[in-house]
């Protein structure tokens, strides 16, 4: 089961798909690749799989990625080989990405795999908040260019099986814990 859990930038995927992962058994992430230079806190193959430009181009001209796109004037993408890998294991993967990456995912396995799709909303002001007090420290520029996308962003969420507001780390961790033991069973009882 892929789990793709959206929302606009500071909107707490990281944070809970970290915490899904270490409160429930079977649950991976699939991080993507990127050509965005690592931050202070990035884990290379854990928040992101770090390559340059010319190597993301060249994954994308030998036909590697089930999607991608630029993003925060960065390329950001899924393997296919990744993503097949950990599906064949039985795993319930669970991956931050955004509103394109997610329309492009469900055109492409919805009828192979089972998708539940959950978009984080976070009100504009907080979001703003949040993004200023991150500790990488974004550009003024870089949090006006992620502000931006906010609207955007939110009028994708038709496309979307649960939208929740994430206002309460804990609340959320928990319903969202909630859908994928139900959405799980569901998958289950398909077979």
Known sequence: MLVLLSGVSGAGKDTIKKELMRRMENVESLPS?????????????????FVTTQEFETMIHN???????V???????????????KIQNGKIIVKDI?????ENLLKLLKDDVKIVTIFLRVPKAILQSRLEQRIDKPSIKEIQLRLNR??????????????????????????IMEIIKNEYALTEEEF
């Open 150 to 175: 906010f609207d955007f962003e939110e009028s994708k969420i038709g496309m979307y099986d649960y939208v929740i507001k994430n206002n309460n780390l804990e609340k959320t961790v928990n319903i």
């Open 33 to 49: 690749y990127t050509d965005r230079p690592p931050r202070n806190n990035d884990i290379p193959g854990v928040t992101y799989h």
């Open 71 to 85: 993003h925060h004037e960065h390329y950001y993408g899924t393997s296919k080989k990744l993503l097949n890998e």
């Open 63 to 69: 036909g590697e990625l089930y999607e991608y796109s």
């Open 98 to 102: 955004e509103v394109n990456g997610v």
